[in-house]
């Protein structure tokens, strides 16, 4: 499985609530929303998709109207497909009205003519706005879509499609660098033999910087059922080794390796967290009343690969971490158009019933703590970024260990139609205190910010520390967890760590050449909010 992008969204909830909600923490009646993807048959008669520029029919005229419709019964929903007869330019057009009302920057969108585009994607592309943040990069990198197939199937079921391994893409331009991060526990790559830093050097006998990257791709991010074989090197052995898997629906493991160190007169808490999924609930809990039995005072998230999902379990993280229930964990703001759906997210105690949607009477264990290390990379995305500027909006202390996050304050509501999902970004985040401009990123700084800066600006107090590949994850000889073992224990960065080489490449991603990129998937990068409903 690759990871690339973030999205917030909720096992177990059926495809029509799911359009009633958004990503990142939106709140208000959204029943005339043009995400709906109602279940209710449309007229037979298509409307009229005639394009004139500045011209906007509501969304909602053209949904479900499709150039291949369904038919039969959605397998997910045990409803017909709402699927009806109509052209790609009804397509089209439903994408163009949905942007230009519920677009964070709609005014910032070209209305470009729909027919000059060949296909529903290429339009699709075209639907955001290309301006760039204050360090040149795009402002909206977050702009995709994905099958209504792979989208019900990890949403709701805590599964993907794949070899159930993270690849870190160091470097996509030649000299391309891609390494294996992590895996998923029991799946194909794991048994087929994978191991943390792993370096591609060919796919199917294909060479990594080779200009074929539709074949590297199709082995990159597989079918099901299809086998593929890679050709990678390892530490510490001299030759190649050649490794054959092959992809299949893999379950899950958003938490990993929880456990405890000791550091000075510290016990600490570790644990790896990879997804913001309802599947990780469970995972989270049980980490965190081992922690408590533990009686850890200082704790380690490692979310260098988080790149987001549910804003509701972020809130729930937010608590297990610092308590404070009665506090705001982030707001969500839209565009002018849809301020009705703004929404305060408060830390949330209460476990969710994933299946209903509903609060529980459960509440959830808390360490209290004033202080927590988190570590970090450029996949560190959204709802993992709301964790970092939530807990800074009610002053405790976050020290960031690693690299840079991605800069994501934003989110987005699945938008189901036609047998694609899209997703179009749709808020963005801010904290109690009002924060929310990271789009380049949170940057760890050594030393004392002061107490005027906490939760105000993107500079958070921490040491730059490279992903080591050399070690395992969890490993305290792992450069990052080792920084702040040490951070813990001194309150300084170990200057023999920062500065420690490391299997990671300097390579640039400007050099010359074609880049080889992955496709998104809905539970990466992404910030995605859903009503949860109180307990009758």
């Known amino acids: 499985m690759n990871f690339h992008s973030c999205a917030i969204f909720s096992v177990g909830l059926s495809l029509s609530l799911m359009l009633l909600t958004g990503c990142g923490g939106s709140g208000g009646s959204t029943a005339d929303s043009p995400a709906q993807n109602s279940t209710t048959p449309n007229s037979t008669t298509p409307p009229d998709a005639t394009w004139q520029f500045g011209q906007f029919t509501a969304a909602e005229n053209f949904i479900n109207y499709c150039s291949n419709p369904r038919t ?5 929903e045990n409803q017909p497909f709402p699927d009806q007869a109509g052209s790609i330019q009804h397509e089209k057009m439903w994408l163009r009205s949905l942007t230009h009302s519920t677009y964070l920057w709609y005014d910032e969108v070209e209305d470009n003519d729909p027919n ?11 639907l955001k706005t290309f301006q760039t943040t204050p360090s040149g990069n795009q402002k909206d990198q977050f702009h995709f879509t994905q099958t209504y197939d792979a989208y019900k199937k990890e949403s709701q079921s805590g599964v993907s ?3 159930g391994l993270r690849w870190a893409a160091i470097s996509t331009k030649p000299p391309r660098i891609y390494r294996v991060a992590y895996m998923q526990d029991n799946s194909p790559a794991a048994l087929a033999g994978f191991k943390r830093g792993d370096t591609i050097v060919a796919i199917n006998n294909i060479d990594i910087n080779s200009n074929n990257t539709e074949a590297l791709i199709n082995g990159l991010s597989p079918t099901n059922g299809s086998t593929h074989t890679f050709t990678i090197s390892r530490s510490g052995q001299t030759e190649s080794i050649d490794i054959a898997v092959t992809a299949g629906d893999i379950a899950l493991s958003p938490v990993q390796n929880a456990k405890t160190f000791t550091a000075g007169e510290k016990t600490v808490g570790y644990v790896q967290f990879n997804q913001f999924i309802s599947a990780g609930q469970a995972g989270l809990i049980s980490a965190f009343n081992q922690f408590n039995n533990a009686n850890v005072n200082a704790l ?9 999902g549910l804003v509701d379990m972020a809130a729930q993280l937010g608590y297990m971490v610092a308590g404070a229930s009665d506090s705001t964990f982030s707001q969500t703001i839209h565009n002018d158009k849809q301020s009705a759906k703004n929404r305060s997210v408060g830390f949330e105690r209460r476990m969710i019933n994933w299946d209903t949607l509903q609060y529980t009477d459960t509440t959830l264990p808390s360490l209290n703590l004033d202080t927590v290390y988190i570590l ?8 993992s970024e709301l964790i970092i500027n939530g807990l800074r909006g009610i002053d405790v202390n976050v020290v960031l260990i690693g ?5 994501k304050p934003y989110g987005f509501t699945p938008a189901p139609n036609c047998g694609q999902v899209y997703y179009t970004v749709q808020f963005k985040s801010a904290n109690a205190k009002g924060f929310g401009d990271y789009a380049d990123g949170f940057t760890p700084i050594d030393g004392d910010l002061g107490a005027t800066e906490i939760g105000l600006t993107a500079n958070v107090s921490g040491c730059t520390v490279a992903d080591d590949f050399t070690q395992p994850l969890g490993n305290p000889n792992e450069a990052q967890l080792q920084a702040a073992l040490t951070h813990i224990e001194t309150g300084g960065c170990p200057v023999s ?6 299997q990671q490449s300097t390579a640039s991603n400007h050099n010359k050449g074609v880049s080889l990129t992955l496709p998104n998937a809905i539970w990466q990068n992404n910030t995605i909010y859903t009503i949860i409903n109180e307990k009758k």
Do not use: E
């Not at 039969?72 to 997910?76: F, K, L, R, V, W």
């Not at 970090?376 to 709802?383: D, K, L, P, V, W």
């Open 403 to 407: 690299s840079k996050t991605c800069g």
């Open 161 to 163: 499609s794949g070899y």
């Open 300 to 308: 380690v998230l490692d979310m260098r690969y988080n790149g987001g």
């Open 72 to 76: 039969g019964i959605d397998p997910y």
């Open 116 to 126: 000059n585009f060949d296909s529903v994607s290429q339009y699709f592309d075209s």
């Open 497 to 502: 760590l920062v500065n420690r080489p490391t």
């Open 376 to 383: 970090s990379t450029a996949s560190t995305c959204s709802a």
